[in-house]
């Protein structure tokens, strides 16, 4: 949530004063002029906002506690949150709740209890630029007679809540939470009583259950057995005798109520997320657990509704119900937990240096910003002083490889006064705990990080990025002692992973289950919280990913995977709609500038410039942005529109869209920077150089391969016609060998980039050792300073090839190697005669091994990456399947089945690439150990009349070569 009704660091300036104004009452009474000084490292915060500025308040300006009760008192109050207007009451007329978007259903705090909702049509504003499920009263939960003066939370899980109401002679809770069909109630104090927003149609009464449709929507009541609801007009009760519970359940058709009945006394009472990031395998799994008390009987299990994030990536089998919501189909999972298996696409920390610039040019715009007289604009709070550190830190590797030393230097000098600055724990400048409300804020704050607790993923991950380009130089700074204790201290602010600190709620910034970030601290809104710029959520996860690495921190390193890989999925669909499953059919856009808990929307806060609202989730533009090209198509459409309303050209922040358009079509862009360079103004936190060196890099390296991964997070491959190039960065102090998943190896010495086209050794004294956690050892010694030759030197040869018996090469001769092939060849999928062949293999095409012995690899998986080409035909598509018969006794033990691949008309190899997350079936055993096994792969037409190809036998230096990876040692 970022209020730019200005933009720049001047008018942020004018905004800070009118904000101050507006808080001026809450000014005077906060913040501390004797704050002390918490030391971490070097630096340290203050452990009081130093006197004269605001902390959390409400609309009025009046200052704010979390609406806890007794027992959570103290507690690290979750803020950013998609319930957390229920625990900050951001105005002073409303103690309850706004509306509430759990998904599927809806929800509102009244002083009565609990409203629910289930809104199925969209509503979109007049201009086509919004839409919105906005949450319509069905129900009202509660207990007869209940008249709360307020509502307060008693309890929080990873994506549950529980609220609370009492008025002296009465009790009730309920918890809710994402994907839960139920509510589940307690009440003390009086008969369990549900109310309805118009007269009920009762479809079934079996004493303590009850089948309700209200609205057109069907709801399952649940009292205690033995107990029976009673129907009075719009008032249903029940009463619980010596109980306290009930449950309320949203019915996807009155069909379901049986199966509704078998979970509903099992409720809920907590929830966690969990991930583990197969670093081998390029594989990120996520694991979502429920965990249920039986208020009666001894049931377990539950109930889940899974976004389409997640049911797209999900191995674990789900039912035939579904429900709609602001995101799309929701599809639901029988029993208590599932997990997700998502790709792992690597950010680089930099582009390598391949493209046909002009090096003097390139240089010269450098120098505009290195020796500017102000290189801060004036910049004072933390999002514009941020801005302006990420600017330098894409120019620091770019002088590097350019070999001027002085500006880098000069670059990374400025960066670190800068930071140190902020990091010092003293003075007007710096950051402040804020005790109430367990935050780390940064003063001076802007656009309401400090008065609404917004946005500090935001304002702290351009701080993060630029100690992560620093710590890639110099690493002894970046170490805990020094001054990364505190880049961790605003990494943990908004990402905290440890359940055990009490002094920052859990992954504050984070909604685990819906798989993005959320901006607004408060929530206070009718459409339920918001997130503006996904790409700015996105740069704080790739800087967590990056200074991780570049200090040997794998576990932070590794929370970084985690959020930049799940949000990444996310924006895919709800920002993009790449799939064009989420969005109304009558909204007019292929984009949104922001999303809504009920909705989404075609605007920024400060603007409706087009180029703005698109280029709002493409800001800023770092090697962290290669997600953007995981789907080039929609990239291009989203791109496409722009232009379209714009006489064909880009116009706000033309710098920023010619480079996500370099993303999807480098050419293109190349002759847009060709022709509007010279007539251009920078976005405020880009620059000529950076925008000059990632186009024309592009340019010359092509479109990511985002089916192609590495074991490694840093490193990324590109496709430029048929030439492949494999990227990769290597932080420690030992050279390594990366392994890509088409089978490439790549040898990348110590702190270096490499590629096919050469290597570039990181200058300065970073480097770490290849140590799982942080170490206080001292920084190796500093390797000398690149040369200022017109292009970096290649390494005498940066990849070899390797033989991995995990990875099988199709040949043409119908086998499966465990080497490259001597040429690449092409073999006939035969035409499925126009006849629906999906999951039963037709004709064929038939690949083996045999005699193979191996232990399975903990949580692996079975990966294909084929290369097929339909040639111009239309409405063709192949479809893969692989056998597994372990001991080689000629019985087939196990058959994967993988969702087909439908090729497009336009002549080339496509990668059909099958994971675990496309598994269409299975049969048979579980993955066992192979003992002299075999293992087959089969290619055939599902659909379409007309034969297609199968790339087989490449050789490494060709690329493209079909594989098998199986999961064995």
């Known amino acids: 949530m970022k209020l730019r009704s200005l ?73 950013n949150d998609w319930w957390s207007s229920l625990i900050y009451q951001r105005y002073a007329g409303n103690p309850y709740s706004e509306n509430l978007y759990a998904h599927p259903m809806t929800f509102k705090a009244q002083a009565a209890g609990l409203e629910v909702g289930y809104p199925t049509t969209p509503t979109i504003t007049s201009d086509g630029r919004q839409y919105d499920y906005t949450h319509t009263r069905d129900l009202t939960l509660g207990v007869a007679g209940l008249n709360s003066p307020d509502t307060k939370v008693d309890g929080w899980s990873d994506w549950t809540v529980t609220p609370y109401w009492a008025d002296g002679a009465h009790t009730f809770s309920a918890t809710v939470g994402h994907g839960l069909p139920y509510v589940y109630a307690h009440a003390t104090g009086g008969a369990a009583q549900v109310t309805t927003a118009s007269a009920p149609t009762v ?228 950051f402040a705990y804020d005790s109430t409300w367990k935050t780390l804020i940064g003063y001076p704050a802007s656009y309401g990080t400090d008065a609404e607790l917004n946005d500090h993923h935001f304002h702290y991950g351009y701080f993060v990025q630029a100690a992560a380009t620093v710590a890639r130089y110099d690493t002894a700074w970046a170490a805990d002692s020094q001054w990364g204790g505190m880049v961790k201290l605003l990494a943990k602010d908004a990402a905290n992973t440890d359940r055990a600190d009490a002094r920052f709620p859990w992954l504050r910034n984070f909604d685990p289950y819906e798989g993005h970030g959320w901006a607004s601290g408060h929530a206070g809104f009718a459409a339920g919280n918001n997130e503006e710029s996904s790409s700015e959520s996105l ?81 800023p533009v770092t090697s962290g942005s290669l997600y953007l090209a995981r789907r080039k198509d929609d990239l291009a459409a989203n791109l496409a529109e722009l232009k379209s309303g714009n006489g064909g050209a880009f116009t706000d922040w033309r710098d920023l869209l010619w480079e996500a358009e370099a993303l999807a079509n480098p050419a293109a862009a190349k002759a847009d920077w060709d022709a509007g360079n010279a007539g251009y103004t920078p976005e405020e936190g880009e620059s000529r150089a950076h925008t000059y060196h990632w186009i024309y890099n592009l340019a010359t390296l092509g479109t990511l391969d985002p089916a192609t991964t590495a074991d490694t997070p840093t490193a990324a491959v590109f496709a430029n016609g048929s030439t492949r190039t494999h990227v990769a960065h290597n932080y420690t102090t030992t050279a390594r060998t990366v392994h890509f998943s088409d089978g490439y190896a790549l040898t ?175 049969t048979g055993a579980p993955l066992a150990n192979l003992s002299n096994g075999t293992v087959k792969v089969e290619v055939w037409p599902a659909l379409g009349n007309a034969p297609a190809q199968l790339r087989t036998g490449a050789t490494q230096s060709q690329g493209s070569a079909s594989v098998l990876r199986i999961p064995f040692d």
């Open 748 to 922: 990348v010495p110590a702190r270096s980039t490499a590629s096919e086209r050469g290597t570039k050794p990181d200058g300065g004294t970073g480097g770490t050792t290849n140590s799982p956690s942080p170490s206080a050892s001292s920084s190796p010694s500093p390797s000398s300073s690149p040369s200022a030759s017109t292009s970096p030197s290649p390494s005498a040869s940066p990849s070899t090839p390797q033989t991995r018996t995990d990875t099988l090469y199709l040949q043409p001769g119908g086998t499966l190697t465990t080497a490259y092939g001597t040429g690449a060849t092409s073999s006939t999928i035969a035409s499925g005669g126009g006849t629906n062949h999906d999951g039963t293999p037709y004709q064929p095409l038939t690949y083996t091994a045999t005699h193979l012995t191996g232990t399975l690899r903990a949580g692996g998986s079975t990966g294909l990456d084929l290369y097929v080409d339909a040639g111009a035909t239309v409405a063709l598509a192949q479809q893969a399947r692989v056998s597994y018969d372990f001991d080689g006794n000629g019985t087939v033990d196990r058959t994967e089945t993988y969702r087909y691949f439908a090729t497009d008309p336009v002549p080339g190899w496509e990668r059909y690439g099958a994971t675990a997350a496309n598994l269409q079936s299975t």
């Open 539 to 619: 740069n704080f996860s790739a800087g967590l990913l990056l200074f991780g690495a570049s200090t040997g921190d794998t576990s932070l390193r590794d929370l970084g995977v985690y959020l930049y890989t799940t949000e990444a999925n996310a924006v895919q669909q709800y920002w993009f709609d790449a799939d064009h499953q989420v969005f109304p059919a009558a909204f007019q856009h292929s984009t949104v500038g922001m999303v809504w808990g009920s909705g989404a929307a075609y605007s920024t806060w400060w603007t409706a410039a087009p180029g703005m609202i698109h280029g709002i989730n493409f800001l």
């Open 203 to 430: 479809f079934s009464n079996q004493g303590s259950v009850l089948g309700i449709t209200v609205g057109g929507h069907n709801y399952g009541l649940f009292a205690p057995t033995g107990s029976s609801w009673s129907v009075n007009g719009t008032t249903l009760t029940a009463n619980l005798g010596s109980k306290d519970y009930y449950s309320v359940a949203l019915l996807p058709s009155t069909a379901d109520l049986a199966q509704f009945r078998t979970y509903a006394y099992n409720f809920v009472t907590d929830t966690k997320v969990g991930w583990n990031y197969d670093e081998a395998a390029g594989k990120l799994t996520t694991t979502f657990t429920a965990t249920t008390s039986a208020q009666e009987g001894t049931g377990t299990g539950t109930l889940l509704a899974l976004y389409p994030q997640q049911w797209q990536a999900t191995p674990d089998a789900l039912t035939a119900l579904s429900y709609v919501s602001p995101r799309g189909t929701m599809k639901v999972r029988q029993g208590s937990s599932f997990s997700t298996v998502q790709t792992v696409t690597g950010v680089l920390p930099s582009l390598p240096d391949a493209g046909s610039y002009d090096r003097a040019a390139l240089d010269a715009y450098l120098h505009q910003v290195s020796d500017a007289s102000d290189p801060f604009n004036g910049a004072t709070d933390t999002y514009w002083v941020g801005k302006a550190l990420g600017q330098m830190a894409q120019l620091v590797p770019i002088a590097d490889q350019l070999g001027d030393t002085a500006a880098r230097d000069k670059l990374l000098g400025l960066m670190k006064g800068k930071l140190q600055a902020w990091f010092a724990g003293t003075g007007s400048t710096g």
């Open 7 to 79: 933009r720049g660091p001047t008018a942020a300036l004018t905004t800070l004063a009118l904000a101050a104004a507006a808080t001026l009452t809450a000014a005077l009474t906060a913040g501390s002029a004797s704050a002390a000084t918490v030391r971490v490292g070097l630096g340290g915060y203050a452990d009081a906002r130093p006197a004269g500025t605001v902390g959390p308040s409400n609309s009025d300006g009046a200052p704010v506690t979390p609406k806890v009760t007794p027992r959570m008192a103290g507690q690290a109050a979750p803020t």
